[in-house]
């Protein structure tokens, strides 16, 4: 096998085995598992060493057979009918908006699905696992440089440690390298962008980098920080593009106009979270939004992708 599809490999073994040992509702033999997976048994005493880092509970009994404890396993999220229903929709919105499938989106699903199956939602568990499995097939061969710098970004932000990279920021001609201390990740659902908000060493106050324009594998660093005390997510975040620190990236405002006889479809959707829509002397609806100008060079400067999806999605409806 490549070497360079060594690590993802590993990963993808890692969650089947989890994935098997949850739906299996017997111990069984790691020679067992060698055979059903096709590997040596030292792969699978690996595997498992990987899922106990991992803080699932494997368990063995006194003949070494190997399990999942599922009542510690399901004790480190509970969900109820409402907060499951409310994931499931979150999770599919997600995936629908990525550029790619999330590998790690899936595996929740995964667990959600099988989850529900188990109980009395058995037909909706079942739906959520055709899909997993459907979408699995589009998983690219290796994961995206996006996703494993998310994954060091998120590693990086549980533990509150500073982490570093390359960046090549949208207008500017040149990349930097940049000390980065990770408040917030923040999605952006219109281009299906992902964020991450903190301290730049580099600049000396708070930046937006966007994940995508990462080059470098980020490096976790040893030094831990400390979120700065004016630091305020809820009034950072009001807006969809709520995201603006450099003079290059100010909001600007737009506005629409719409005839009355698409007035119905206009209000019955929430466009932007800063909007307001007020009538003219002519009956018309104008909607007005605050909003950052989106990176795409086919866009003109005074029109951004969120006007015009909404200009899209009336005109079609």
């Not at 969900?79 to 899936?106: K, V």
Request: a positive charge; charged letters at 25%.
């Amino acid at each position: 096998m490549p070497k360079k599809n060594h690590d993802y490999t590993k990963i993808m073994g890692v969650r089947q085995l989890e994935r098997f040992l949850l739906e299996r509702r017997t111990p069984i033999r790691q020679s067992e598992l060698a055979t059903i997976f096709n590997c040596n048994r030292s792969t699978i005493r690996l595997w498992l060493v990987e899922l106990e880092l991992d803080d699932v509970p494997i368990r063995r009994t006194k003949d070494r057979q190997v399990y999942i404890d599922r009542a510690s396993y399901l004790m480190y999220v509970r969900l109820s009918r409402d907060e499951s229903l409310i994931t499931m929709i979150a999770l599919r919105l997600m995936q629908q908006h990525l550029q790619q499938s999330n590998l790690h989106g899936l595996e929740v699903m995964h667990k959600l699905g099988l989850t529900l199956s188990r109980g009395v939602a058995s037909l909706a568990g079942d739906h959520i696992l055709q899909q997993t499995a459907h979408q699995r097939t589009r998983l690219p061969s290796l994961k995206s440089k996006a996703q494993r710098a998310l994954e060091k970004i998120g590693e990086a932000w549980l533990s509150g440690r500073k982490i570093s990279w390359r960046y090549q920021p949208l207008q500017g001609i040149q990349a930097f390298n940049e000390v980065f201390h990770p408040y917030m990740i923040e999605p952006i659902a219109l281009g299906g962008s992902t964020y991450v908000v903190g301290f730049s060493e580099q600049a000396q106050s708070l930046r937006a980098r966007k994940i995508e324009r990462i080059i470098s594998v980020p490096v976790i660093e040893d030094e831990h920080f400390d979120v700065h005390s004016t630091f305020d997510p809820i009034q950072l975040f009001e807006g969809a593009w709520g995201i603006w620190f450099s003079q290059d990236e100010q909001p600007i405002t737009i506005s629409v106009r719409f005839q009355r006889h698409v007035r119905q479809r206009v209000l019955e959707t929430r466009w932007h979270p800063s909007q307001t829509i007020h009538e003219d002397a002519s009956g018309n609806l104008i909607w007005q939004a605050v909003i950052r100008i989106e990176d795409t060079e086919t866009t003109p400067r005074w029109l951004s992708p969120s006007t015009l999806q909404v200009i899209s999605i009336i005109r079609s409806a």
